[in-house]
């Protein structure tokens, strides 16, 4: 099994679920208006609950622009979420919605989680936000990624099902 190694690896952008020093990072490249990442958004949700305290946990954005217009908009509006302490509640709103998401929909997301609106507005349109899904873009396209989901444990693509089961045997595997 031949595998991509990921670099750079869990670094100070990204939106990180679980403990902060868990040993062990996961790295999803995935798109909100995707079926297979929404089906993964399920699967991650159980392996972060089954490992808490080992894992650290990343999504990164890798948008199919042409066949889902708003990807772009939804993964701006994480990241502005994320500015306001509200990223991980925003990803689950979006992954929820299971792809029935417009601009509309992510400004009304945004007022019902309470975000500061003129300041979620600014930041969605501004260059940090951008910065950000631009980064995520550069590095799946460095590692190869014509599509997702696609996983990263330890650096090394996962090659494996998508399974609950099969995700923790390989974490439960890694000596740390």
Do not use: W
């Amino acid at each position: 099994m031949s595998y991509i190694t990921l670099k750079p690896r869990i670094n100070v952008g990204d939106h990180v679920q679980g403990e902060k020093d868990a040993p062990i990072e996961i790295i999803e490249f995935g798109e909100y208006f995707n079926p297979y990442s929404q089906k993964m958004f399920k699967v991650m949700s159980q392996v972060i609950a089954a490992n808490r305290g080992r894992i650290k946990y990343t999504f990164r954005n890798f948008p199919d622009r042409e066949r889902h217009p708003f990807a772009d908009l939804a993964a701006r509006a994480t990241h502005a979420a994320f500015l306001q302490g509200k990223y991980l509640a925003m990803h689950q709103r979006i992954f929820e919605a299971m792809g029935d998401v417009n601009k509309d929909k992510l400004m009304r997301f945004a007022q019902e989680l309470g975000l500061d609106m003129p300041q979620f507005i600014k930041n969605i349109n501004g260059q940090e936000c951008l910065n950000k899904l631009i980064t995520d873009i550069e590095t799946a396209n460095r590692c190869g990624l014509v599509r997702v989901p696609a996983l990263f444990i330890q650096g090394e693509r996962y090659e494996g099902e998508y399974y609950p089961s099969d995700i923790n045997k390989v974490i439960a595997g890694i000596e740390v």
